[in-house]
């Protein structure tokens, strides 16, 4: 019998040969990496070989929902997608929220590996517990909405639907992939990597039920729970507004990076335009993920005017990488390019900010309009901040053909000295949190397996207030680097579980660590405990860094563009004058980590220690 929690079948499809095949994971491996992400690593760090080209066909690509996902627990709604990354050469990784997911435990499965690649479109259906891959010929060409709705008519409303779009098909490295029409896996260039294998979708129907081991248990822990977390403040923020409820604050503070990183809050005096109240005022409906109580998401319509849309609503980022970025207070015009590229499946976060260095390429001579097809690429030009995204997503002009697959490809293309312009970490594009603000963010984007990733937590939610209530108890001072790396430790291993298991990370912040444990014992059946717990992140953390050194890039190698770090330091604003001293961080998190100091790999007695004897083996031979 399956662990509770889960559907007990890990499917195996070879897009080449178009065989499918089942395995049950062990309980041991369940528990041991929760799902996920934990699960992927496991599972693409055995199959795949080193060295593969990740738009290759021998390139794995998973989907993994996690313990949670499906079950009663607070956010239980999460799934992820895992891939080596086109755009980094690293580890990749994607999560997203929405119906997908639990849709996914309905149809009989907690996991999906595709190897290989189709000679053709096609598509996988899931089917109350059965799979067959389906001819995708008359799908292909079209957006994510206009797929969501005509899969929603062939197999009923309560269909679940994971695709690609254009972009995708065309494998640009800023493709992604969605679902429910807005909620993106939007980062590690993910959606190319299902392109390059002509996946077009996964369908999941079914009506199975997630079985867990205490249901009653279960039922009154969460009901505690959720109670302690609608008194937090954050929550009510997210509730009421969502996260675009936080964009003109964190411009003021200095948080949200404005005028491609380059400039400070004076820069954009207008940040409330594209903030708070005045997106509620496009919203003409709250949209929550599934069975989630935060209800964070919501529906806009643009009736008038050259940016009509009805839409899902920006999210912070978005209104950040449009708007601050780029110098533009247009919300309208920013709610058509969220449009834009929802239906595209392109990364919003990616695609903003390859546009601001775009901007700044223009502004400085590097292009010109004979480059642009006449576009004038001036910070705040809404009109032209469309219509170049509209080719991004067409794959046309100056967008589509310079800028399609992100600012570093971008630069080598246009050459000049372009790359001082070009803001990323590894080849991502860095998103909308200032480590000159929280300087644990660096740590972040240069050291996690997917670089540039605000979404892993670590000493920086101290920083920024955002870490769970009671998860560390040390008061930590913002711009006191040393001794950081066991609060880095803590929380970027608690948070790693959080999203192995498929819990969301806003109801992580909002809840004291207890709602964890209790989740995954009542849901398993198994006693967790916070030390546990903690231990099995460390075995995520170690195993998804073992993938990248395997692959031959150690993140201790690299670079971090200077303005991420103040490298020379602001001369005005609220991080006038500050510099991170990221050497130090970072050797300090790798000493907490039980990694080397130098070079970043985990020690042999770290791995043995995690039961990654067979990782310890590959790095230490």
């Not at 065309?170 to 002509?198: E, H, P, T, Y």
């Not at 901040?385 to 971008?410: N, P, S, W, Y």
Request: some cysteine.
């Amino acid at each position: 019998m399956a662990v509770p929690g889960t559907m007990g079948k890990i499917l195996f499809v070879d897009l080449a040969s178009k065989e499918i095949s089942e395995e049950t994971p062990s309980d041991e491996v369940y528990l041991s990496y929760l799902g996920g992400y934990g699960l992927g690593a496991y599972y693409l760090y055995k199959l795949q070989k080193p060295g593969v080209d990740p738009l290759g066909p021998d390139n794995h690509l998973g989907f993994f929902t996690g313990l949670l996902t499906g079950t009663t627990a607070i956010t239980g709604n999460r799934y992820i997608v895992v891939a080596k990354s086109p755009k980094t050469g690293t580890w990749g990784d994607a999560n997203s929220g929405g119906t997908f997911g639990p849709a996914m435990k309905a149809a009989g499965f907690d996991g999906l590996i595709f190897q290989g690649a189709s000679e053709e479109p096609v598509y996988l259906l899931l089917e109350n517990g059965t799979a067959r891959l389906v001819p995708a010929d008359e799908w292909w060409g079209l957006d994510t909405n206009d797929l969501e709705d005509r899969v929603k008519q062939q197999y009923g409303k309560k269909a679940g639907l994971a695709c690609i779009g254009p972009p995708g098909e065309r494998m640009q490295l800023l493709s992604c992939i969605i679902n429910d029409k807005g909620r993106a896996a939007g980062r590690s260039g993910l959606g190319a990597v299902m392109g390059s294998k002509k996946l077009k979708a996964i369908v999941a129907v079914g009506d199975a039920k997630v079985t867990m081991a205490d249901a009653e248990g279960m039922k009154a822990a969460i009901s505690k729970h959720r109670d302690f977390m609608r008194e937090q403040g954050f929550f009510q923020v997210l509730s009421k507004y969502g996260t675009a409820g936080l964009t003109a604050a964190s411009c003021a503070s200095g948080d949200t990076p404005i005028k491609n990183w380059g400039g400070v809050p004076d820069d954009f005096p207008t940040a409330s335009k594209i903030s708070d109240d005045a997106v509620l005022d496009i919203q003409k409906k709250k949209f929550a993920c599934w069975r989630c109580p935060i209800g964070c998401g919501g529906e806009t319509i643009v009736e008038d005017g050259p940016y009509a849309s009805h839409n899902h609503k920006p999210e912070y980022e978005t209104l950040g990488a449009f708007g601050t970025m780029c110098l533009n207070d247009n919300l309208a015009s920013i709610n058509r390019c969220n449009e834009i590229c929802n239906r595209a499946g392109l990364d919003t976060i990616a695609t903003a900010c390859t546009v601001a260095f775009a901007i700044e390429c223009y502004e400085n001579g590097l292009i010109t309009d004979d480059d642009t097809g006449g576009l004038r690429l001036t910070w705040g030009n809404h009109e032209a901040i469309v219509a170049v995204t509209r080719q991004m997503a067409d794959g046309t002009g100056f967008g589509g053909k310079v800028l399609g697959d992100g600012a570093k490809v971008a630069a080598d293309r246009i050459g000049k000295g372009a790359e001082q312009y070009a803001i990323h970490v590894g080849g991502e594009e860095v998103p909308m949190h200032d480590p000159r603000l929280n300087p644990g963010l660096a740590t972040s984007y240069k050291m996690d397996a997917t670089p540039a990733r605000h979404t892993q937590m670590s000493a920086w939610t101290l920083e920024g207030e955002f870490a769970p209530p009671g998860l560390f108890d040390k008061k930590l001072e913002r711009y006191s680097t040393a001794g950081k790396g066991e609060a880095y430790r803590v929380i970027a291993c608690n948070h790693h579980a959080v999203s192995a298991a498929g819990m969301c990370m806003f109801a992580w912040s909002n809840l004291k660590p207890q709602a964890l444990i209790d989740s995954l014992s009542y849901t398993t059946g198994h006693p967790f405990t916070l030390d546990e717990i903690q231990q099995i992140g460390e075995r995520i953390a170690n195993l998804r860094i073992a993938f990248n050194l395997r692959e031959g890039v150690r993140n201790v190698d690299i670079p971090v563009h200077g303005r991420l770090v103040g490298s020379p330091p602001l001369e005005a604003g609220p991080l006038a004058g500050i510099t991170v001293d990221l050497d130090t961080q970072v050797k300090d998190y790798l000493a907490a980590m039980g990694w080397d100091t130098e070079t970043g790999v985990p020690k042999p007695e770290t791995l043995e220690g995690l039961g990654l004897d067979f990782v310890a083996a590959d790095l230490h031979a």
